[in-house]
């Protein structure tokens, strides 16, 4: 593994950085509070005329040719300054990222600018109440009729449907056929007729993910992607990015998170008493071991090499977060409990991350699915029956 960055790419390192430090404002976190929907619009627009939102898209599209190192420096360069992630993120690494491979020319020629632009902020329509680890085992319903689909059923955790403009989603078009094979993949605009969205409060008072329901709702057969009943091969594609450079910023970006919280013990050691050094050591040692995890499989992408490997990332990541929070508040004690906040604002900032870590190990794949991932497709064990 090469991690040694050439000229050149110590020069994009440093017209990323210039760049973010230029057109990034220090007031971001308050006008998300004002107007997430609208500020993140700008912000993808922002990232796209600067040449930064639509890396390895052709340029017919605007998109700008990058290595994967290059890639690895932009998502480390992001997690350095704390820039936000785009909310049109799921169009530009997941979506758009399908249309290239399986769209038609008319999907891509309607759908890629207005992506990558900012104009059209994606939902995943793929969770169901009984279809989350087993994803294949869907049972919202689409039935051809004339030159549209009618589809009825209900997603759940559809992230961010209600600032949302449209969903790509699966619904089975065949219920004769083999589980993985009655499947299309779905463009659906948010606004049809039939739709319904009910926010899903979280632990956290996050109101990030939603019930999206759907009783009849009308979508032209020209927006399935890849063949009606090609819908598994397509998802797959789709997942295989959200488990790769989907997370690479924030598991680069969690090297940050631990640093916050030693400096934090540092400057109040008064509050906290005399934290556990072993429990910090074993996490700066494992948040290292992430980061070459990280770069191995970069570098396994520049040579065409990516594969199951990204579970492994995956899977290492959500549970370290998940105990950097745990000893955030299990190091403060009786403290984490007295510091309350009905807002969450900063001061209860180890407390919402908490609450929030508990999804990390859920979300892109379970844990169990991503440990079943590496026994039988890098382990070479016997599928589970």
Same mark, same amino acid.
């Given at each position: 593994?090469?991690?040694?960055?050439?000229?050149?790419?110590?020069?994009?390192?440093?017209?990323?950085?210039?760049?973010?430090?230029?057109?990034?404002?220090?007031?971001?976190?308050?006008?998300?509070?004002?107007?997430?929907?609208?500020?993140?619009?700008?912000?993808?627009?922002?990232?796209?005329?600067?040449?930064?939102?639509?890396?390895?898209?052709?340029?017919?599209?605007?998109?700008?040719?990058?290595?994967?190192?290059?890639?690895?420096?932009?998502?480390?360069?992001?997690?350095?300054?704390?820039?936000?992630?785009?909310?049109?993120?799921?169009?530009?690494?997941?979506?758009?990222?399908?249309?290239?491979?399986?769209?038609?020319?008319?999907?891509?020629?309607?759908?890629?600018?207005?992506?990558?632009?900012?104009?059209?902020?994606?939902?995943?329509?793929?969770?169901?109440?009984?279809?989350?680890?087993?994803?294949?085992?869907?049972?919202?319903?689409?039935?051809?009729?004339?030159?549209?689909?009618?589809?009825?059923?209900?997603?759940?955790?559809?992230?961010?449907?209600?600032?949302?403009?449209?969903?790509?989603?699966?619904?089975?078009?065949?219920?004769?056929?083999?589980?993985? *094979?009655?499947?299309?993949?779905? %463009? =659906? /605009?948010?606004?049809?007729?039939?739709?319904? !969205?009910?926010?899903?409060? +979280? @632990?956290?008072?996050?109101?990030?993910?939603?019930?999206?329901?759907?009783?009849?709702?009308?979508?032209?057969?020209?927006?399935?992607?890849?063949?009606?009943?090609?819908?598994?091969?397509?998802?797959?594609?789709?997942?295989?990015?959200?488990?790769?450079?989907?997370?690479?910023?924030?598991?680069?970006?969690? *090297?940050?998170?631990?640093?916050? %919280? =030693? /400096?934090?013990?540092?400057?109040?050691?008064? !509050?906290?008493?005399?934290? +556990? @050094?072993?429990?910090?050591?074993?996490?700066?040692?494992?948040?290292?071991?992430?980061?070459?995890?990280?770069?191995?499989?970069?570098?396994?992408?520049?040579?065409?090499?990516?594969?199951?490997?990204?579970?492994?990332?995956?899977?290492?990541?959500?549970?370290?977060?998940?105990?950097?929070?745990?000893?955030?508040?299990?190091?403060?004690?009786?403290?984490?409990?007295?510091?309350?906040?009905?807002?969450?604002?900063?001061?209860?900032?180890?407390?919402?991350?908490?609450?929030?870590?508990?999804?990390?190990?859920?979300?892109?794949?379970?844990?169990?699915?991503?440990?079943?991932?590496?026994?039988?497709?890098?382990?070479?064990?016997?599928?589970?029956?």
């Amino acid at each position: 593994m090469d991690i040694t960055f050439t000229q050149k790419e110590k020069e994009y390192q440093e017209e990323l950085a210039a760049w973010l430090k230029e057109h990034l404002p220090k007031d971001w976190k308050k006008q998300v509070k004002e107007d997430a929907k609208a500020f993140h619009i700008w912000w993808q627009r922002e990232l796209y005329e600067g040449g930064w939102g639509a890396l390895n898209y052709p340029e017919e599209y605007g998109g700008r040719t990058v290595s994967a190192v290059e890639q690895l420096i932009f998502h480390t360069e992001f997690a350095k300054t704390g820039a936000p992630r785009p909310l049109g993120e799921s169009g530009v690494n997941i979506v758009g990222r399908v249309l290239l491979h399986y769209g038609t020319q008319e999907q891509r020629d309607y759908f890629l600018p207005r992506i990558l632009n900012g104009d059209h902020i994606w939902a995943q329509g793929f969770s169901e109440p009984n279809a989350g680890s087993d994803l294949a085992a869907i049972s919202t319903k689409g039935v051809i009729d004339g030159d549209e689909l009618v589809i009825t059923g209900q997603k759940i955790w559809t992230s961010h449907a209600h600032l949302a403009d449209w969903m790509f989603a699966l619904v089975r078009t065949d219920f004769n056929a083999p589980k993985h *094979e009655g499947i299309s993949y779905i %463009l =659906i /605009d948010l606004k049809s007729p039939g739709i319904e !969205l009910r926010p899903i409060v +979280q @632990i956290s008072k996050d109101r990030g993910f939603n019930e999206t329901f759907m009783e009849e709702v009308r979508v032209p057969l020209k927006n399935v992607v890849g063949g009606l009943n090609n819908g598994w091969q397509v998802a797959t594609t789709s997942l295989g990015h959200e488990r790769g450079t989907f997370f690479l910023a924030r598991q680069l970006g969690i *090297e940050k998170t631990l640093t916050r %919280l =030693i /400096d934090s013990f540092k400057e109040q050691p008064a !509050l906290y008493g005399e934290p +556990q @050094i072993e429990r910090f050591v074993d996490l700066a040692i494992d948040v290292h071991a992430l980061k070459a995890l990280s770069y191995r499989i970069v570098s396994q992408s520049q040579k065409g090499q990516s594969g199951p490997e990204t579970s492994v990332t995956k899977l290492f990541w959500s549970e370290l977060q998940q105990n950097i929070f745990n000893t955030a508040i299990e190091e403060q004690g009786a403290f984490a409990a007295y510091q309350e906040d009905p807002d969450y604002s900063i001061k209860g900032h180890w407390q919402l991350g908490y609450l929030r870590s508990r999804a990390t190990t859920i979300g892109g794949g379970t844990s169990e699915i991503q440990r079943n991932v590496i026994a039988e497709r890098i382990l070479g064990m016997p599928r589970d029956k």
